[in-house]
């Protein structure tokens, strides 16, 4: 495949269905109307709830959501613009008042679950008998199960106002500092997205230059991001205490609606198999590589023997879609959607923002994709994965902006199915051996750093939240936390040094969503326990039942919505079966390596 990755000729997205720019007169009309909601709500219905009928609750409710859908929009397109443009002053101004105006004019709202929560239950089911109420209890469900967490409406005034001044604060400082930093290789200036990608580049000496010169700015600014991580553990002690959260952990749990024990037995599972999967597939790749030990900046190495493809954007997208299609055609024609409009921004730029992302700013309306996308075979998994996410969002449009929630745990799971059909589409193309090893390879090699790398994470995060609670950390013990946690995560296949032990400081997850990083291992073994379902052919109609699934994993239950299936992650051997489909790709590395090279 020729390389032709005009940049010029790469969509971007056009963010002008939300405002046509940052001086859009519409976005001070909104403001204004957002205002007008809030202090309406606040005076219609403060003190009063209790004594509403339930069509009077449910006005309550539909003016709740008109202002979802509007700071929806509002904080969303702050945030698309400035993901483009991080090295531009205005946008990141523009992000920031907007951010801070609606934290400013929300506050009228407070007193809305406050007192949801202090009604009888008895209330809420007379509530729930009308038809029209009984479509927000997904919502109504959402807010009272924080009730014992729940602190005064002073305190949650408090705190709402803080924390564009505190937490929020910190991760602006980190993400802004983050979006400037400048790397250097053979004379060669790259921003973050670029030289990850060199991290790919089949030549040693590159992959290694690359990677020094990560850990040498990650030093370089390891005091400042030291320090940023420092307030933000603490600041999220601070409120979890007062809340009364059991762990460090407790509140992403609950956010996630999966019980402290759930978690702790993933992790624990998924660390008992670090052997048998990360160990012994590192101890293949070493040796493909031609080495008793590998690298830290090898791990994700293509193999000296396989073909360097290069993808054009068309060819990626016909890649993707093709996948989409032999598995369901509804699937593919919600995915063309995202070609037929401009709903992804697709090629690396000056400023913008590393990594990929799929966000719907409002619930009922399409979402976007960020990609940065130079034509690697990585690139195409990567947009496979995004717009896994992008049809997930369409496939709940009908939820309601109330109702809909993004649980991180089932959010991953179209992502990381959409990409196991493009894998396994381009695996059933291939016919030479060496190139099936080649690409199984490298999918094992993503899964371990979904599901095994993201525990390792999961386990950093932990060690740094629980330490944190005695003073704070020097970089050089989160320089060492990290290490450890590598280590034992890699094995003994890995070399894991003083060369990388500034990293942590590149995972943006630990600043702005502490504890998300579980959820790809959650997925993933999700995944991987659907993916075999499938495969299996043990359930009639898997296509349309797994897009109903799809549709629900927002606003339904995890056993509930994965009883079709035959799948319970409450269940002790749940993970085990997800990891088994990695540790099955690497009996047939270990076969083909026999096979080809004795």
């Known amino acids: 495949m020729k390389k032709n990755l005009n940049k010029e000729n790469l969509p971007a997205w056009d963010l002008s269905d939300l405002y046509k720019g940052i001086d859009d007169p519409q976005i001070k009309k909104d403001l204004a109307s957002y205002k007008k909601n809030a202090l309406l709500l606040n005076k219609k219905y403060q003190g009063k709830l209790n004594l509403l009928c339930a069509e009077e609750f449910l006005r309550a409710l539909k003016l709740l959501e008109k202002n979802a859908v509007l700071g929806g929009r509002l904080g969303g397109f702050a945030y698309l613009n400035m993901s483009t443009q991080m090295k531009n002053p205005e946008a990141m101004i523009f992000y920031q008042n907007i951010s801070e105006t609606l934290t400013e004019l929300a506050k009228p709202t407070i007193f809305f679950s406050l007192e949801l929560n202090q009604l009888s239950d008895a209330k809420i089911k007379e509530w729930l008998k009308d038809k029209n109420v009984a479509f927000y209890k997904p919502f109504i469900q959402r807010v009272r199960k924080y009730k014992k967490y729940e602190l005064s409406e002073p305190l949650e005034e408090l705190l709402l106002e803080k924390s564009v001044t505190s937490t929020d604060a910190w991760v602006r400082l980190y993400e802004e500092t983050s979006s400037r930093l400048v790397y250097t290789v053979d004379g060669k200036t790259y921003n973050d997205a670029e030289i990850s990608k060199l991290l790919l580049d089949k030549d040693i000496q590159t992959r290694h230059k690359a990677g020094a010169e990560l850990n040498r700015v990650a030093k370089e600014n390891a005091p400042l991001f030291a320090l940023v991580y420092n307030m933000i553990i603490k600041d999220k002690a601070i409120e979890d205490n007062k809340r009364g959260f059991k762990g460090p952990v407790s509140a992403r749990n609950m956010a996630e609606d999966v019980k402290d024990e759930v978690v702790e037995t993933l992790a624990q599972t998924v660390k008992d198999n670090y052997k048998n999967i990360a160990h012994r597939f590192y101890q293949l790749k070493a040796k493909w590589l031609g080495v008793k030990k590998i690298s830290y900046w090898d791990r994700n190495a293509p193999l000296p023997f396989s073909y360097d493809a290069h993808y054009t954007w068309d060819e990626a997208v016909q890649t993707v879609l093709k996948g989409y299609q032999k598995f369901s055609p509804d699937l593919r024609k919600i995915a063309d959607d995202f070609f037929d409009h401009n709903w992804i921004d697709v090629p690396p730029r000056d400023g913008k923002r590393s990594g990929a992302y799929c966000s719907g700013p409002i619930a009922s309306a399409h979402p976007y994709l960020f990609l940065n996308f130079v034509g690697k075979q990585n690139d195409v998994l990567t947009l496979a994965h995004e717009l896994g996410h992008g049809c997930h969002h369409q496939l709940r449009l009908k939820n309601g902006d109330l109702n809909e929630h993004s649980r991180m745990t089932t959010e991953e799971v179209a992502s990381v199915f959409g990409e196991m059909l493009v894998f396994q589409g381009l695996l059933d193309d291939l016919k030479d051996d060496k190139a099936k090893l080649?690409?199984?390879?490298?999918?094992?090699?993503?899964?371990?750093?979904?599901?095994?790398?993201?525990?390792?994470?999961?386990?950093?995060?932990?060690?740094?939240?629980?330490?944190?609670?005695?003073?704070?950390?020097?970089?050089?013990?989160?320089?060492?936390?990290?290490?450890?946690?590598?280590?034992?995560?890699?094995?003994?296949?890995?070399?894991?040094?003083?060369?990388?032990?500034?990293?942590?400081?590149?995972?943006?997850?630990?600043?702005?969503?502490?504890?998300?990083?579980?959820?790809?291992?959650?997925?993933?073994?999700?995944?991987?326990?659907?993916?075999?379902?499938?495969?299996?052919?043990?359930?009639?109609?898997?296509?349309?039942?797994?897009?109903?699934?799809?549709?629900?994993?927002?606003?339904?239950?995890?056993?509930?919505?994965?009883?079709?299936?035959?799948?319970?992650?409450?269940?002790?051997?749940?993970?085990?079966?997800?990891?088994?489909?990695?540790?099955?790709?690497?009996?047939?590395?270990?076969?083909?390596?026999?096979?080809?090279?004795?």
């Not at 032990?501 to 991987?528: E, M, R, T």
């Open 438 to 598: 080649c690409l199984i390879a490298s999918k094992v090699g993503d899964m371990i750093n979904t599901a095994i790398r993201q525990i390792a994470f999961h386990f950093f995060e932990l060690r740094a939240h629980n330490e944190r609670k005695s003073g704070e950390l020097s970089e050089q013990r989160l320089c060492q936390i990290w290490l450890e946690e590598m280590k034992d995560s890699l094995g003994p296949a890995v070399e894991v040094g003083d060369d990388c032990k500034y990293i942590w400081s590149q995972v943006g997850h630990f600043f702005f969503l502490p504890f998300y990083v579980y959820a790809y291992s959650f997925a993933d073994c999700l995944v991987n326990s659907l993916y075999q379902v499938y495969q299996k052919g043990t359930v009639d109609n898997f296509a349309d039942k797994y897009l109903h699934l799809l549709s629900q994993t927002a606003i339904g239950d995890y056993e509930k919505i994965l009883k079709p299936f035959g799948l319970n992650p409450n269940k002790p051997d749940f993970w085990q079966h997800g990891l088994n489909l990695i540790s099955s790709y690497i009996d047939e590395l270990e076969r083909l390596d026999k096979k080809i090279f004795g």
